[in-house]
């Protein structure tokens, strides 16, 4: 069974960075494609970026288009967020999730594509 374990978040304020980090266990294949995902109180769950680990194509939300970069460590089986120019409502807490079944791409960033979920990281950007 996969494991998925969030870490980096923090409190930071607006313009700074933060790199998320989410390593992968309990598996003995590559999953096809995993991505990060984050939920603000009171709303819903919102994809934010995704990466299909064969070909490395990455897809992102308009909100952070430019400002995070998702990547990945095969090797460390370890997925990362590098998050620049923070917001305040950047704050949300950010969840890892690992698909291994082919995902279209239109539903790389869709919640629902993804079966295997993480504990979450939480990020705050204050004013």
């Known amino acids: 069974q996969v494991q998925l374990v969030e870490s980096g978040g923090d409190s930071v304020q607006a313009g700074g960075s933060l790199r998320l980090s989410c390593a992968a266990s309990?598996?003995?294949?590559?999953?096809?494609?995993m991505g990060w995902f984050r939920q603000a109180p009171g709303k819903e769950r919102e994809g934010v970026a995704a990466?299909?680990?064969?070909?490395?194509?990455?897809y992102y939300a308009d909100s952070v288009k430019g400002r995070f970069t998702i990547s990945q460590d095969n090797a460390k089986r370890t997925l990362y967020l590098q998050m620049n120019s923070l917001r305040p409502e950047d704050t949300a807490m950010y969840y890892c999730?690992?698909?291994?079944?082919?995902?279209?791409?239109?539903?790389?960033?869709?919640?629902?594509?993804?079966?295997?979920w993480g504990q979450g990281t939480q990020v705050t950007v204050s004013s």
């Open positions: 990466i299909y680990t064969g070909s490395g194509s990455t």
């Open positions: 999730a690992a698909a291994q079944d082919y995902i279209a791409t239109m539903w790389a960033i869709k919640a629902d594509a993804y079966k295997t």
């Open positions: 309990g598996y003995s294949y590559i999953s096809y494609c």
